[in-house]
T-cell receptor
Framework: DAGVTQSPTHLIKTRGQQVTLRCSPI?????VSWYQQVLGQGPQFIFQ???????GRGNFPDRFSARQFPNYSSELNVNALLLGDSALYLC????????????FGSGTRLTVV | AQKITQTQPGMFVQEKEAVTLDCTYD???????LFWYKQPSSGEMIFLIY??????QNATEGRYSLNFQKARKSANLVISASQLGDSAMYFC??????????????????FGKGTKLSVKP
């Protein structure tokens, strides 16, 4: 079975631009979460979606938005990019299985210049 | 206040020896789950082991075991017989709230800052 797939793997954007990151969950997983990991830190929660509805939002500005599609894939959008948005963006999909519910993709490494 | 604290920025261990990575947590929720993830330089977060707050026994998964001391709010990861491939960042994480298999919601993970483990040949 395919794992969580994220695209693109790397991205370079200019300050002020907009970016869209994509995530395809494991087949059968209905929940997708997004995390931001800046260099030297642990991942920080951005959004969680379940059955196309937002179930949680972390402490991020409104420049960050996301959505989930009927096939449970998800997009994360970031507007008006700042240098501080440079990070590894991780997507995790989850099922209801006890303890093993969070499977992460390899991430999208975003560099804002 | 930090919800997950990992006090060891870096650790060294000799190949084939055991190593303990520390993690303390802070929550007032009686229901929570504790996770350990490994992150190699490729970036992917690899799940290692899980402990639920109501679990009576410490979790084990192959060479990984979790030393769960609830009263002290600690959840240390023990890696036995270290291998060169174990060199990576290790993150402790917590999910507050009831486990989804008991009817709770999925919830988000709260991560610590990580410990960089280096295994020496």
């Amino acid at each position: 079975d395919a794992g969580v797939t994220q695209s693109p793997t790397h991205l370079i954007k200019t300050r002020g631009q907009q970016v869209t990151l994509r995530c395809s969950p494991i087949s059968g997983h209905k929940s997708v979460s997004w995390y931001q990991q800046v260099l030297g830190q642990g991942p920080q929660f951005i959004f969680q979606y379940y059955e196309k509805e937002e179930r949680g939002r972390g402490n991020f500005p409104d420049r960050f938005s996301a959505r989930q599609f009927p096939n449970y894939s998800s997009e994360l959008n970031v507007n008006a990019l700042l240098l501080g948005d440079s990070a590894l963006y991780l997507c995790a999909s989850s099922s209801a299985r006890r303890g093993y519910g969070y499977t992460f993709g390899s991430g999208t490494r975003l560099t804002v210049v | 206040a930090q919800k997950i604290t990992q006090t060891q920025p870096g650790m060294f261990v000799q190949e084939k020896e055991a190593v303990t990575l520390d993690c303390t947590y802070d929550t007032s929720d009686p229901s929570y789950g504790l996770f350990w993830y490994k992150q190699p330089s490729s970036g992917e977060m690899i799940f290692l082991i899980y402990q639920g707050s109501y679990d009576q026994q410490n979790a084990t998964e192959g060479r990984y075991s979790l030393n769960f001391q609830k009263a002290r709010k600690s959840a240390n990861l023990v890696i036995s017989a270290s291998q060169l491939g174990d060199s990576a960042m290790y993150f402790c994480a917590m999910r507050e709230g009831l486990d989804p298999t008991y009817g709770g919601s999925q919830g988000n993970l709260i991560f610590g800052k990580g410990t960089k483990l280096s295994v020496k040949p």
